[in-house]
């Protein structure tokens, strides 16, 4: 049997190939795709660092235009997965599947095509985008408050178009003047985030954290009000914050709310919408909120300071002396708000079996030290039993002593008193004897003188006889 050959002509096989080839989707890379924006006026310091610090993800960098990329550091154009330019737009143009988009401290607005890209790329792919504002320092984005407001355009444009986000920057400073590497201004933040959402997972060896000249991270309303993520006073979640808003970086509760920009009411500049000039204690510089996007949950992180552009990037490892776990927390950081956990979670595990294992090791030393202690006190307990029995024998023959000395007292005192009433006999027998001597004496005087009278009268006798 002859087999019969097909032959179809060339256009007929382009058509074939457009009905039933797949559809053109961007290709899914096999590690997680993080895009930096460096189409907005930033700089690249701090970029390098990022890439270092996650090697194991596929950096893509976003550039305006093609005379941007030869300005690019070496260790950049090396390690970049992909340069795409034409700034924000590239998200949705590129054929890469990008899960996580960072623009750090913008300081040129984002055009509407760029916010539109964002959105649309939010509502496909994206999973994660960070934010990050600076403080009202007129330095880089905090120059006219650029930053902020360059975010908060975009935040807002993301929640009038079906992203719900409520985060976003306030206009003003956080100083900590006791948590920081040496000035009030550079603040060590504390990495404190709940247990929800597995966000306690960021602060495995990652507690502080570079903020270098931060502003304050706020929440808003449906009705456009402003409020704060914790209050000051207690650190605590505020009454009111959605459950999808976590802190995660804050200030210690000595910290405060300055104001640079407007110095006075009518200059240049914003103030503060949930913070206010003067104000102490705890303050979120940095936060993440869960959004829900169709069947889908997004991560959007609003921060008052960035990874990179800013004076000190927030990945800095030791600033001024004060050691920091910059790096570690930015790859938490990122690690977490892609949902990748394993590495977290494996952390944790070791954290809880090192933990567990010290317990027991704490354990058994305190059970091998209550022991030798139990020991030690039972030997000296029955030492002190002998040494008490002994002295209570000691104390039993000093008491039959005393006894014997009472009684040999008492038996003197018998004595004495024998004494005394021989001696009382005695005096009256000298007394009685006194008198009878005395009644002697005067019967001898009385006789002597009886004797002197009569003589005298016999010589008187005599003389008369004389006479006659």
Same mark, same amino acid.
Request: proline share 4%.
């Given at each position: ?352 079996? @090192? ?5 027991? @090791? ?107």
């Amino acid at each position: 049997m002859r087999t019969k050959i097909l032959t179809l002509s060339a256009p007929l096989v382009l058509l074939l190939v457009a009905l039933f080839a797949p559809a053109v989707h961007a290709a899914r890379t096999e590690l997680p795709t993080i895009a930096i924006d460096l189409a907005h006026g930033q700089q690249v310091n701090g970029v390098c660092a990022m890439m270092s610090v996650m090697p194991d993800a596929y950096w893509v960098i976003i550039v305006p235009d093609k005379a941007s990329i030869e300005q690019l550091d070496n260790c950049i154009k090396t390690r970049a997965y992909a340069i795409l330019t034409g700034g924000l737009t590239a998200l949705t143009k590129s054929e890469i599947s990008i899960d996580g988009l960072i623009i750090g401290q913008p300081v040129t607005p984002l055009s509407e095509d760029e916010k539109k890209a964002v959105l649309d790329w939010l509502k496909g792919d994206g999973s994660m985008l960070w934010c990050a504002t600076d403080s009202d320092y007129p330095a880089q984005g905090g120059n006219q408050e650029l930053a902020q407001h360059i975010c908060n355009d975009l935040l807002d444009y993301l929640a009038e178009n079906g992203i719900p986000v409520h985060l976003r920057s306030d206009y003003v400073s956080v100083e900590d003047p006791v948590s920081n590497t040496g000035r009030s201004y550079r603040v060590v933040g504390l990495v404190k985030p709940p247990a929800k959402y597995n966000a306690d997972l960021i602060a495995l060896g990652a507690e502080k954290v570079l903020m270098h000249g931060p502003g304050a991270v706020m929440w808003v309303d449906e009705n456009g009000d402003c409020h704060k993520i914790v209050d000051p006073a207690t650190g605590k979640i505020a009454s009111g914050t959605p459950d999808t808003i976590v802190p995660i970086v804050v200030t210690t509760k000595n910290g405060n709310i300055v104001e640079h920009q407007p110095r006075n009411p009518g200059e240049p500049g914003e103030f503060g919408c949930a913070h206010q000039v003067g104000e102490q204690g705890v303050f979120v510089m940095l936060a993440a909120e869960l959004v829900k996007v169709g069947k889908s949950t997004k991560t959007i992180i609003v921060s008052g300071e960035s990874p990179y552009y800013g004076y000190q990037s927030m990945l800095t490892f030791k600033y001024h002396g004060v050691m920091l776990d910059g790096p570690r927390f930015f790859r938490n950081l990122v690690l977490w708000s892609l949902g990748y956990l394993g590495e977290l979670k494996a952390l944790k595990q070791v954290e809880e079996v @090192a933990a567990k294992q010290a317990e027991q @090791a704490v354990a058994q030393q305190v059970g091998t030290i209550k022991s030798e202690v139990e020991n030690v006190v039972n030997n000296k307990v029955a030492t002190l039993e002998q040494k008490v029995s002994s002295l209570e024998q000691k104390v039993t023959s000093v008491d039959n002593n005393v006894n014997s000395l009472v009684k040999k007292v008492n038996d003197i005192d018998n004595q004495v008193k024998s004494l005394a009433e021989k001696v009382k006999e005695i005096e009256n027998v000298k007394s009685i004897a006194n008198s009878a001597n005395n009644k002697a004496s005067s019967a001898y005087w009385y006789g002597i003188g009886g004797l002197v009278l009569a003589i005298i009268a016999l010589i008187a006798a005599g003389l008369a006889m004389s006479k006659k």
